[in-house]
């Protein structure tokens, strides 16, 4: 993550954690272009009732980045905003929590309300806690072997207690910032922008392909525990080493690509690493032939 990324995130961390976010939410960052105005603005007000408006404002201070950056045109652009927005506003318990307490707001009077039902591993209920407080749980339910017991959560309006509920669910947003889960997407978001950076740098031509690599993480439990490492197992074994000059892959874009196309709901990872060690292997092939016919 860039220093700039760190201090951006624990400006509006802290800002959130004493309750000083009253701010008036952001402007749109100078020179954006027409075609993203809309989209940003949307993402904007979003954030803001995702996590506040200071949490928004980390949100045009990374998209600030890439505006008027060589090599970014307004699609690119477009997406980057689309994408970040929606890995900024990450499905958790609480988020959920907010959403059905929306559905409040647009219920007939008289109508019955509504019952969710989702299943979520140990590991992310507590991981929506203040660090300081989920590591310990975290270690003593792996040391009894429960850390990815899944169980099942209600989100009801039915009832005055199902409401009541929710909006303490949802409360739990003023600590939001502090927890294992955010820690690891802050991680993550720096990161992904960083590797659009470095394509930009390094391989223009692969930069649409770094930045649609977001939408390999979705949703929550399997499903984005799964979506995370692959992305992590091609950035790491694919993207990183050819930016890196390590790896001579000519086209970025299309290895990430057949990878991507390879992998599968497996948690080994079996064919996605064939995959990428099969790409490597190849590209390692024709380096070498490279240098021996020239």
């Known amino acids: 993550m860039s220093d700039r990324g760190i201090v951006s ?20 960052p100078e020179g954006l272009p027409e075609p993203v105005m809309a989209l ?6 979003l954030l803001i009732d995702y996590q ?6 980390l949100y045009v201070d990374r998209l600030r980045r890439f505006v008027g950056k060589q090599g970014v045109n307004d699609e690119m652009l477009a997406e980057i905003a689309r ?10 318990p609480i988020r959920i929590a907010q959403l059905k307490l929306a559905e409040l707001a647009d219920r ?41 017991k899944r169980v099942s ?19 739990l947003r003023r600590w939001r910032l502090l927890s294992v889960r955010y820690a690891k997407e802050r991680v993550w978001v720096e990161r992904w922008l960083h590797m659009i950076d470095r394509a930009l740098t390094k391989q223009p031509q692969a ?43 000519s086209d970025l874009a299309g290895a990430v690509a057949e990878a991507r196309a390879a992998a599968m709901p497996d948690p080994r990872q079996s064919a996605l690493k064939r995959k990428i060690a099969e790409i490597r292997a190849r590209a390692t092939a024709g380096a070498y032939v490279g240098v021996s016919s020239s």
Not at 52 to 57: E, H, K
Not at 83 to 92: G, H, Q
Not at 122 to 141: Q, S, W
Not at 153 to 171: N, P, Q, V
């Open 207 to 249: 930069a649409p392909a770094m930045i649609h690599t977001a939408t390999m993480i979705v949703g929550y439990g399997e499903v984005y525990r799964q979506g995370m490492a692959d992305w992590h197992a091609i950035i790491d074994g694919l993207a990183k080493p050819t930016f890196d000059g390590v790896l001579a892959l």
């Open 52 to 57: 506040g408006p200071s949490y928004a404002r």
């Open 40 to 45: 940003a603005s949307e993402a904007i007000h």
């Open 9 to 28: 995130s624990l400006r509006y961390l802290f800002a959130d954690f004493i309750g000083d976010d009253d701010d008036e939410p952001p402007f749109l």
């Open 83 to 92: 994408l970040m927005a929606v890995r900024m506003s990450y499905e958790d």
């Open 108 to 148: 007939p009077p008289g109508s019955a309300g509504s019952v969710d039902v989702r299943k979520f591993s140990l590991d992310e209920l507590i991981g929506v806690l203040p660090a300081v407080i989920a590591e310990y749980i975290l270690d003593a339910l792996e040391w009894v072997g429960l850390k990815d």
């Open 153 to 171: 959560i209600r989100f009801s309006t039915k009832s005055r207690f199902g409401i009541r509920r929710l909006k303490i669910e949802a409360g």
